[in-house]
């Protein structure tokens, strides 16, 4: 399987496309044709999640012998308690199911991508020889579940800058107190904003981020896309999903990664499977979906700060299939993007039935926390809140549930009287956190990182 930029400009292998993240004319790698998977159903309708998550990416790393990607399927899973089970069906009624996917190690869906990729960055070093150190700016839980991912793997070093003051104290003790001599928890005094700018500035400076080998974490590398297929896969075959009696999946929405992956699966052949793309007030992807205006502005935060995003990355993947691989269209778009700060495409709305769209705003995600806590007996985090705002009684539905409640406990008992724990998160309130706290300043930043023995 080989692997082109939306934009045109570039190609590579799995491997490759894993290791680079981005492609060089500023694209989004995506795999140059989808396989079609409907063949393989029935044979994987009983499968237990690994081996489905193998069979599954085995067509995509095609360059990867399927005994490595097995065994890194493997060890990215072991690390969910319950590796045989690691995105549960909870059933609340008949029609309605949540898929928790808050259960690996740093409690949100992040860790299903994040874990896998790690082990690909692990093989990577071992069969290269090179060295790798990861590099990446946070608004909270992509930066820990990077680090989880990576510490296992000798030798690879974690910078993860966040604004000082302005992440949850719980995010901040899952990337300050791993104790571990790999990770560099840089907490810069700045906005989300300037940490983000930083950390472009410095890849911008090619000799510098060649020279410590730094490579880019975020939301866009394509493994993770891949890797969240999966769980949708695993949904729609337990559940069963057809034409006549289908399975909407309502996903929490900010870089439109989560989403999109499941939406993949309907260009595979999987039949009878929708998708409901609810945001927090951040309601960008939202609106496009309802006016064909795609205008991000400036980002307003909100109880749901992991969906606290105006520029979705992802987006410009599902533009370039919805556009058959077009990609002077989705340069086009690009284009206008970057000159007039948005685009308009007036044929979206109609043509896109297997999507529909909702948002909530902290009002919203209060009163549906306290609902959901009341009526049903399940608590949900602020994000999946947003989730169950959307829910429509006579479509057969999985909420995706993203973090575990216990990540955001403050907002949880103001509505609900309940003060959420986890096991994980209270060993951690323990601890020192450990940190560097630096200017919003990229030569100071730089110099922290050459303060760093690799
Ligand atoms: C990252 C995140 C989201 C948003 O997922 P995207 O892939 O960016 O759309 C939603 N909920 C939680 C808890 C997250 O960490």
Avoid at 67 to 94: I, Q, T
Avoid at 118 to 130: A, M, V
Avoid at 317 to 336: C, I, K, P, Q, Y
């Amino acid at each position: 399987m080989q692997y082109t930029s939306t934009r045109g400009g570039d190609t590579a292998t799995f491997s490759e496309a894993v290791i680079r993240g981005l492609a060089g004319d500023g694209g989004l790698f995506v795999p140059e044709t989808l396989p079609d998977i409907s063949l393989h159903l029935k044979r994987w309708q009983d499968l237990p999640y690994t081996e489905l998550a193998s069979s599954f990416l085995s067509l995509f790393a095609t360059d990867i012998p399927g005994n490595e990607l097995n065994r890194c399927v493997e060890l990215a899973y072991s690390a969910f308690p319950d590796s045989a089970s690691p995105a549960p069906l909870v059933k609340l009624s008949g029609r309605l199911h949540v898929m928790e996917l808050f259960h690996g190690p740093t409690l949100a869906f992040k860790d299903f991508a994040l874990q896998l990729l790690g082990q690909f960055y692990g093989r990577y070093i071992r069969s290269t020889g090179h060295s790798l150190n990861i590099l990446g700016a946070t608004s909270g839980d992509t930066g820990s579940a990077a680090i989880h991912g990576m510490l296992k793997h000798p030798g690879v070093h974690s910078f993860i800058l966040y604004p000082e003051g302005r992440i949850a104290e719980l995010q901040e003790r899952q990337i300050a107190c791993t104790g571990s001599p790999l990770v560099h928890p840089f907490a810069v005094n700045g906005s989300f904003d300037d940490v983000q700018s930083i950390v472009k500035q410095i890849f911008g400076d090619a000799a510098f981020s060649s020279a410590h080998s730094l490579t880019a974490v975020n939301s866009i590398n394509i493994a993770r896309i891949l890797a969240q297929c999966v769980y949708y896969l695993h949904a729609a075959l337990k559940l069963g999903a057809s034409e006549d009696d289908p399975l909407e999946f309502i996903v929490p929405t900010g870089n439109f990664g989560n989403v999109l992956a499941g939406w993949m699966l309907s260009r595979m052949g999987v039949r009878g499977i929708r998708f409901c793309v609810t945001t927090n007030v951040n309601a960008v992807v939202s609106d496009f979906f309802k006016t064909g205006e795609y205008c991000p502005g400036t980002v307003v935060p909100s109880h749901a700060p992991s969906m606290d995003i105006q520029q979705a990355s992802n987006f410009e993947r599902w533009l370039w299939w919805h556009f058959d691989g077009n990609s002077a269209r989705v340069r086009e778009l690009m284009t206008a993007l970057r000159r007039d700060g948005k685009f308009v495409l007036n044929e979206i709305p109609e043509k896109t039935g297997i999507i529909r769209t909702t948002s909530c705003d902290d009002a919203g995600i209060e009163t549906w926390i306290r609902r959901t806590w009341l009526e049903k007996g399940y608590m949900a985090d602020p994000h999946t809140a947003c989730a169950f705002a959307a829910v429509r009684e006579d479509v057969r539905s999985v909420i995706l549930a993203t973090a575990h409640p216990a990540k955001f406990p403050e907002t949880i008992a103001s509505v609900t009287g309940q003060f959420p724990q986890h096991p994980s998160l209270e060993l951690l309130k323990e601890r020192t956190v450990t940190k560097q706290i630096l200017p919003a300043d990229v030569e100071a930043v730089k110099t922290a990182i050459m303060g760093v023995k690799n």
